[in-house]
């Protein structure tokens, strides 16, 4: 994989230079290749918004949701290559969806709502593997619900002043947000049943 590889080459590059010790090698690499993902998202996101015709809502959209889903949580793919096809996806379906709620406004009236009380009960949808502990929910969930609340005044405040070109990227980042907080639960609950049984 060429994230792991450049990552792992920047890493000899820092301890050979004496930047880092050879002991945390593997938290930097870890960390680059972090690092190296978001900005390939970043990148992709970018590129596709070029692509459709719809640059400024792809920004927003990766600006908008980046922050919400962090503390929101939701579905997370089994490995990374299914991580970044899962990525693309989505913003390929929020570009076009961005399309479909400048021209049928009335979605974005019905769905806006919905996906924010979902967001606003689900979150946060752990990751099976990587439990919160009671702080961390709590924490979580409060960060998750100003940012809710933050993101929908601002998006009817879009729609008074008509600015749908901005209002629709930030429904779907609700409406996205929603589907991946649904489906952890759901993953959550078979992986639970499953290691159950």
Not at 4 to 25: A, E, G, H, R, Y
Not at 65 to 87: E, M, T, W
Not at 99 to 126: H, M, N, Q, T
Request: proline letters at 3%; a positive charge; one cysteine or more.
């Amino acid at each position: 994989m060429i994230k792991k590889f450049i990552s792992d080459w920047i890493t000899k590059s820092l301890i050979n230079n004496k930047f880092i010790n050879d002991q945390d090698k593997d938290l930097y690499a870890y960390g680059l290749q972090l690092g190296i993902t978001a900005l390939l998202n970043i990148f992709i996101t970018i590129i596709l918004g070029i692509l459709m015709g719809r640059i400024w809502e792809s920004i927003v959209f990766l600006l908008t949701y980046i922050p919400l889903r962090s503390y929101a949580g939701g579905y997370h793919a089994k490995n990374q290559f299914r991580c970044d096809v899962l990525s693309i996806l989505l913003i390929i379906t929020a570009l076009i969806g961005c399309s479909l709620l400048i021209k049928y406004d009335f979605a974005g009236r019905l769905l806006l709502p919905a996906s924010g009380i979902i967001i606003f009960f689900l979150s946060p949808v752990e990751d099976f593997n990587k439990r919160l502990n009671q702080e961390e929910t709590k924490n979580y969930r409060k960060k998750s619900r100003i940012l809710v609340g933050v993101i929908f005044s601002f998006v009817i405040l879009l729609r008074q002043l008509y600015y749908p070109h901005i209002a629709a990227p930030l429904i779907m980042v609700f409406i996205i947000l929603a589907l991946m907080l649904i489906a952890g639960k759901i993953k959550n609950q078979f992986l639970t049943w499953q290691q159950s049984s």
